[in-house]
């Protein structure tokens, strides 16, 4: 599995990763008092490859390897504001259509020879 690392603790000891199948998030975590896993550390925007396993509730990232530093920097950033564009949509009200007694009003289309009058009626005021 590939991903981006979004979030990485100030202690080097955790981090979590977006993963590419777009699933939840995955969570790396130090296997020992070093930094996240045997002296890689991450920054946000990092470019991983590893394994991936499901504990519980719970997507965990094992044998992390970095594949490209700051490959994609913006990542978060770039979530959070879809994220914060989303729920906007979403408390925004949607209008609702005229009806005329429950029934929707349908507005006709003028047929070609109204438009033609009325275009007719148009250039000669002009």
Same mark, same amino acid.
């Given at each position: 599995m590939f991903g981006i690392v979004l979030w990485r603790a100030a202690d080097d000891k955790t981090a979590v990763v977006w993963c590419e199948d777009h699933?939840?998030?995955?969570?790396?975590?130090?296997?020992?008092?070093?930094?996240?896993?045997?002296?890689?550390?991450?920054?946000?925007?990092?470019?991983?490859?590893?394994?991936l396993t499901e504990s519980e509730d719970m997507r965990l990232v094992e044998n992390p390897?970095?594949?490209? #530093?700051?490959?994609?920097?913006?990542?978060?950033?770039?979530?959070? #504001?879809?994220?914060?564009?989303?729920?906007?949509?979403?408390?925004?009200?949607?209008?609702?259509?005229?009806s005329d007694g429950g029934r929707p009003i349908v507005v006709p289309f003028p047929s070609p020879e109204e438009r033609d009058a009325k275009w007719r009626h148009k250039t000669k005021l002009s």
């Open positions: 699933g939840d998030l995955a969570f790396l975590r130090s296997k020992s008092n070093g930094n996240v896993d045997d002296g890689l550390s991450l920054d946000p925007g990092d470019l991983l490859q590893f394994d390897r970095l594949v490209a #530093e700051d490959h994609y920097p913006s990542l978060a950033g770039r979530l959070m #504001e879809a994220g914060n564009i989303r729920s906007t949509a979403a408390r925004k009200p949607h209008p609702t259509p005229p």
